[in-house]
Each structure stands twice: as C-alpha cells, then as structure tokens.
C-alpha cells in the first residue's frame, strides 16, 4: 500500500513533467512540414494547334488572293475552370505579307464549337474567305498574310477567359 501511495505521488508530480517534455516511449517522432501552397499543382485551361493543312493541297495551305480556302485545323484544348465553353476559331488577315503582327487586321472567318471539361482534341474546319472582301467590310488586299486565333469563352454570362494567337507559329502569306 505504501508502495502504490509512493507510486501515486511521484507519478503526480512526474505526470505533468512528461506532458510538457512530451512521452516518446522509445518511438522516434516523425515531423512532416506543411507543403507551400505554390507547390500543388494549379489546373490551369489551354489551347495548342495540333496542325493546319488544306484538303488538296499536298504541301499544306496555298493561299491565292481571290481563292476561296477551306482549311482543317486540329485543335487541343484542355478545359478545368468550368463544365462547358465555347473555343472559337478565328482567321486574323493582315494587310502585312512579312508578318502576322500589326494593328491593321480583320477577322474575315469565325467558326464556332461547344466544349466540355477535360483535355480533348477537335479538328474544325474553317473557310478563308479567299481576300475576296468577304468578312473584311469588302475590303481587298491584295496581298498580306493570314494566322489563326483561338479562344474560349463561358456563355452566360458572355465571357472571354483564355485569348491565343498563333501569328509568329503560323503565318501563311497570300
């Protein structure tokens, strides 16, 4: 009895002392840092042209002032912001034949998809107009150069949150 009266008392006293120092028992403590927020993984939403060519033409798009073009473009987007959008393909014609840069541009074809979430691949046709006037107010250039912009956007409400050009990849003169 005196010997659990002991034990008790010691143990009250040593109680307290092991708490704050912390009882390992002979196990190692393991330590796991918390990992910075930067380092998760962001989903993000993207756009690539997979690639451009023209039925017929065996060397890939030939564009002729004048001449209508029907173009295939293969397109691979990944979509995680929201459940469904829309990615519009647009043909940018630039009175400019060294380059798809410029202010003096017009959007003579718009062809537009509805897209779910994921990461997809489309192949969407579009026609180039051909530099007829068609799509540009009516007028001609005789010359320039044409490049390709996608974007995606949410329908209601209407809103454009991804925009790329492809102007320095893909610039094909007329």
């Known amino acids: 009895m005196k010997l659990l009266t002991y034990v008790f008392k010691r143990g009250s006293v040593c ?8 009882c390992h028992h002979g196990r190692p403590t393991r330590f796991t840092p918390p990992v910075p927020p930067d380092s998760f ?9 997979v690639s451009v060519n023209q039925p017929g033409e065996p060397g890939g798009i030939s564009l002729k002032s ?3 073009a029907v173009w295939n473009v293969k397109v691979q987007y990944t979509l995680t912001t929201v459940e469904r959008a829309r ?8 009175a400019d034949r ?14 537009t998809v509805p897209i779910t979430r994921g990461t997809h691949e489309l192949e969407i046709p579009i026609t180039w107009p051909g530099d007829t006037g068609a799509g540009t107010n009516g007028r001609v250039y005789g010359a320039g150069a044409v490049s ?3 974007s995606l956007s949410t329908e209601r409400p209407d809103y454009q949150f991804l925009t790329r050009r492809f102007g320095t990849e893909i610039c094909m003169q007329f």
Request: proline share 11%; aromatic share 4%; glycine share 8%.
């Open 66 to 68: 004048g001449n209508p």
């Open 148 to 150: 390709i912009r996608i």
């Open 15 to 22: 109680f307290p002392v092991l708490l704050a120092l912390g």
């Open 41 to 49: 993984p962001v989903p993000t939403d993207s756009i690539a042209v």
């Open 98 to 111: 060294t380059g798809c840069t410029g202010s003096d541009v017009q959007t003579p074809a718009v062809k």
């Open 87 to 94: 990615l519009s393909l647009s043909l940018d014609q630039f």
